[in-house]
């Protein structure tokens, strides 16, 4: 809702009561504003306003004595001086210099004793140009004297466009300028000097009246641009949260995708994303004639080790199993659960031959060293059959060959690598293939173990 002429000519009143320069019924962040324009506009003006004087005094009335002009001048540019120093120390008091000098509330820097030096600076400014034809009367001739009072409409003009933010203040310097004017041509006495005082005042009243407009629209301005700010500032914070919920929803969906494509225990994939994998294989395989490797692996006597120990040792050893599995491959490379102690790896690139060494690398890191489980370090082997998944053959039909070739494995004394070569198996060179000594001592060890644990169990039940 838009102020009406009334309304404003009551907000200029208050404002002249409390001294302010600016109408105080604003919002606090607009009122600051406008008090920072009226002191920007003060500090910028001053020196324009000082080079008209002195174009005035020293030009147009070049005929009257120079003394009288200089000391004029010179009282002009001592409050034209003071009036640029005051409004910069203000601005530096409204803006804060760092930590040391935090900016001041405009409130409390328009009640300072600084601000009223400097709005009577603003005044006496005006004032000059309204008196300076009774300064100059009778010493110049009748044209430079109408120059004269011409020159001080002229600034009258400027002087109110310049002050647009305060309005009361152009009120105030309006009427010291206007009014000192119109009485100097009514005590001329003549007709015309009369119409010209007259004209004066319509003048300056209509000039108010417009540059009241124009403020009521730069307070319209200055609140929707408040409004829009403040709008930006929440539509920031909604995007900020809508971001943060992006980005829990994207954490949520990958922790989805976690459970469902990942074995809970083991962490390796599971068999739902074996059957993404090799969908999105077969294209490759198909289309390029990429060769993929596939290990179906199986821990040896898995059954023993839940029978002597228990499932959650059980678990223990997958865990061990597929850590060890997942050391021995390459990122591309996938190790999945594909259930009980099965696991299936889909090697890219790989031939039957890289594939028959990852294999046999992965049966050595399970079988070198002991698992730690809670009953204790065990040692467990594995046995993993091997194929080449071909071009003109499926994902299935390639890991049942695998399969075949660790069935092999299994029925060959385990803790072994076969390697399928079409539709026969070859055992490759794994120690328990050759009879290694350390495969029989590995056998020893398991045997141990296991009589230990049915020792530990038989002594618990009694």
Not at 19 to 44: E, G, H, K, N, Q
Not at 124 to 148: D, E, F, I, K
Not at 381 to 407: H, M
Request: with cysteine; charged share 20%.
């Amino acid at each position: 809702m838009k102020p009406s002429s009334d309304g404003y000519t009551h907000q200029v009143l208050a404002a002249l009561r409390a001294r302010s320069p600016i109408v105080l019924d604003v919002s606090p962040a607009i009122r600051r504003d406008l008090y920072r324009r009226y002191i920007d506009v003060s500090m910028r003006n001053g020196s324009l306003n000082l080079f008209g004087f002195a174009f005035v005094v020293f030009g147009v009335a070049y005929s009257a004595p120079l003394a009288p002009r200089v000391a004029v001048f010179c009282a002009v540019a001592a409050v034209m001086l003071l009036r640029v120093l005051l409004a910069r120390r203000l601005g530096r008091l409204l803006e804060g210099h760092g930590a040391r000098r935090p900016a001041v509330d405009d409130g409390v820097v328009q009640g300072s004793p600084l601000a009223r030096a400097h709005d009577l600076c603003i005044v006496l400014s005006g004032l000059a140009w309204g008196v300076m034809p009774y300064a100059l009367s009778g010493l110049v001739s009748t044209l430079q004297l109408y120059s004269l009072l011409y020159a001080s409409v002229v600034y009258l003009g400027m002087l109110s466009v310049s002050f647009l933010s305060a309005l009361p203040a152009t009120v105030v310097m309006t009427a010291a300028t206007a009014l000192p004017l119109a009485a100097f041509l009514a005590m001329l006495g003549a007709p015309e000097t009369l119409l010209l005082s007259a004209a004066t005042i319509v003048f300056a009243v209509a000039h108010v009246v417009r540059i009241s407009a124009s403020h009521r629209t730069l307070i319209q301005a200055l609140e929707a641009q408040a409004r829009n700010a403040e709008l930006v500032h929440e539509l920031r914070g909604m995007q900020h949260a809508l971001e943060r919920e992006n980005a829990a929803l994207d954490d949520s969906l990958r922790d989805a995708r976690d459970v469902a494509t990942r074995d809970a225990l083991t962490g390796a994939a599971n068999r739902h994303r074996l059957r993404m994998v090799a969908d999105a294989l077969e294209a490759q395989v198909r289309a390029r004639g990429e060769r993929i490797g596939l290990c179906m692996i199986d821990a040896d006597d898995f059954k023993a080790v839940n029978d002597a120990y228990g499932h959650a040792v059980g678990d223990q050893v997958l865990v061990g199993i597929a850590d060890r599995l997942r050391a021995r491959i390459r990122g591309a490379d996938v190790i999945a659960r594909y259930g009980g102690e099965e696991f299936v790896a889909v090697l890219r690139d790989s031939d039957r031959t890289r594939a028959a060494a990852v294999a046999e690398a992965m049966r050595a890191a399970v079988a070198a060293s002991p698992l730690d489980t809670a009953v204790g370090a065990l040692r467990v082997t594995i046995s993993v059959g091997v194929c080449e998944w071909q071009s003109d053959d499926l994902f299935d039909n390639a890991l049942e060959r695998a399969d075949r070739a660790l069935y092999a494995a299994k029925h060959g004394g385990k803790n072994r690598v076969v390697v399928c070569d079409g539709g026969t198996q070859a055992a490759s060179t794994s120690p328990a293939a050759r009879g290694d000594p350390r495969d029989a001592a590995l056998q020893r060890s398991w045997e141990a173990s296991r009589y230990s644990a049915r020792t530990v169990a038989e002594r618990n039940s009694m």
